[in-house]
């Protein structure tokens, strides 16, 4: 059974993708380089649309109510918080047409979201990878001819590998298990990378490191 294209992605997902942080997110969001949304089962909203007078003035035009639900697009700055680790309200959704506002109606009807609740659309992460050239190894493969295309198989047993990934993740755990998460993800990766400077003669690249630590981190695991 071939599923269909998923039109949502949850964040981690997306974090270790593009090998970011939620920190890094929280800033795209505020920049409004990128739309995050999230997921209603059904909510009325107050909808009315920007005019301008001769003069210059601006005003609103009520439009009336709307009911939404399913993904609707969010304001940066009303989620920022969230990437913090915090609780955020939602009193407005943002409109794809311009000039257009939706904001919930009844105060009642406002509701909180944290990290968890966020997601991005397809169309949202495929216009920010065309816009920063980021190539994704299911794109590569999909542009490669069929004879530059090469099969990955996982290791056999008593197949060695260049690095001790195994020792990592053991270090990793008994870290965070016995002194809990460090303050920053930076710290954890100096910390691991001490660690292969310590035990091998030829440690990998930070930036390999940085990238597993990253999965772990943003996967919510010890928080």
């Not at 998923?6 to 593009?18: E, V």
């Not at 053991?170 to 930076?186: C, D, H, K, M, T």
């Not at 990378?193 to 490191?209: G, L, Q, R, Y």
Request: with cysteine; net charge negative; hydrophobic share 35%.
């Amino acid at each position: 059974m071939v599923l269909p294209r998923r039109q949502t992605f949850m964040l981690p997902d997306i974090a270790a993708r593009w090998n970011v942080t939620m920190a890094d997110f929280g800033c795209l969001a505020v920049d409004e380089i990128l739309t995050f949304s999230t997921v209603v089962r059904g909510v009325r909203v107050d909808t009315s649309y920007d005019e301008q007078t001769v003069d210059g003035e601006r005003f609103r035009v009520p439009c009336g109510p709307r009911y939404l639900k399913g993904v609707q697009q969010l304001y940066g700055v009303d989620i920022w918080r969230a990437f913090r680790g915090e609780p955020v309200t939602i009193f407005r959704f943002k409109s794809s047409e311009p000039d257009t506002h939706l904001e919930i109606e009844q105060e009642h009807d406002c509701f909180e979201i944290g990290l968890e609740d966020l997601v991005l659309t397809r169309p949202e992460i495929e216009k920010y990878e065309a816009a920063n050239s980021i190539v994704t190894e299911t794109k590569q493969a999909a542009v490669q001819p069929p004879s530059a295309r090469t099969t990955r198989r996982p290791p056999g047993p008593g197949a060695s590998t260049k690095h001790d990934w195994d020792g990592f993740y053991i270090e990793l755990f008994r870290n965070v298990y016995e002194n809990g998460l460090p303050s920053s993800q930076a710290l954890l990766v100096r910390m691991l990378m001490d660690w292969f400077h310590a035990t091998s003669k030829e440690p990998p690249d930070e930036s390999t490191v940085r990238k597993k630590v990253s999965r772990f981190w943003n996967s919510g695991v010890c928080r």
